[in-house]
């Protein structure tokens, strides 16, 4: 009897308030690139690339995907330097974006690491 009162809530409470709300916020790292996609659903406000802590560069960053396509300027990028690129709508289901790290050294391009989250209703 217990049970199926339970159960009757959790149905009530599902109807009510419908499925759990999507997660849009991400944030991940690889090698020394960090991306955050600030944002709620399919909404993205933000897209973000930093380093990690002790991978400090001199170079730039690329972050593209879901339409995006921005390159930082070229600088010294410290571990609390972060470099933003402003959204501020809606980026289709499933929509993949990447942030890379590329360090400018001896006339050439080094790979600093690629971080991508996927954005997801």
């Not at 339970?6 to 709300?21: C, S």
């Not at 996609?37 to 690329?62: C, E, K, M, P, Q």
């Not at 390159?71 to 470099?83: A, I």
Request: proline share 2%; aromatic share 10%.
């Amino acid at each position: 009897m217990i049970r199926a009162g339970i159960v009757a809530l959790a149905v009530a409470v599902l109807a009510a308030g419908g499925a759990p709300a999507a997660f849009g916020g991400a944030r991940g790292c690889n090698k020394r690139t960090c991306v955050e996609v600030d944002g709620s659903g399919l909404h993205v406000n933000y897209i973000a690339a930093s380093t990690t802590w002790n991978g400090d560069f001199s170079g730039h960053f690329h972050i593209w995907g879901g339409g995006i396509d921005q390159n930082s300027g070229t600088g010294f990028w410290g571990y609390h330097q972060v470099y933003k690129v402003g959204v501020g709508r809606d980026l289709p289901n499933r929509a993949v974006v990447c942030a890379e790290g590329w360090e400018h050294a001896g006339g050439r391009l080094n790979s600093m690491g690629r971080a991508c989250e996927e954005i997801k209703f």
